[in-house]
């Protein structure tokens, strides 16, 4: 089954808004903001929405800047993560249940602390390329297949 995800990262400068997951998939990691995208809700509100469930911060504008269609080889479901950059956002940043909000200087993210796979597009993020990706995980997150297309 496939599941519509998004993500969010939000950007001031030379600095990139992370959350630390505090509950559910991905928790201990650190992440952009964002979820399932839910009936009735374009790709795009659903990334304002999470932004603003996850760090009370209004989103004035996304750029989308990737897809990433994740599996598990022990799964049968596949997340199709549509990836978003914002620099255009307002409101104070909060900590919410899910996640803890922190800035991090965008050349000094903890990629160790992370998905596994974003150290394979986190490069073309930072050079403001557009990329599709598909990525395939073992049982500990860990990515065992992978192939990454610069748009």
Do not use: C
């Not at 990629?111 to 990525?135: A, C």
């Amino acid at each position: 089954m496939k599941q519509l995800m998004t993500l969010a990262y939000l950007v001031k400068g030379d600095e990139v808004l992370l959350g630390y997951k505090k509950q559910g998939i991905g928790i201990g990691r650190y992440n952009g903001f964002g979820g399932k995208v839910e009936i009735g809700e374009t790709i795009e509100e659903a990334a304002q929405r999470e932004v603003f469930e996850e760090a009370n911060l209004t989103v004035h504008n996304l750029l989308k800047v990737g897809v990433l269609n994740l599996s598990w080889d022990s799964k049968k479901d596949i997340l199709e993560v549509h990836l978003f950059k914002s620099t255009n956002f307002s409101g104070e940043v909060e900590e919410s249940e899910e996640m803890r909000p922190e800035w991090f200087d965008m050349n000094k993210v903890p990629l160790d602390k992370m998905w596994s796979d974003d150290t394979y597009w986190w490069p073309l993020f930072l050079q403001n390329k557009k990329f599709v990706g598909n990525f395939v995980f073992d049982k500990h997150d860990q990515v065992v297949q992978h192939d990454l297309e610069e748009l």
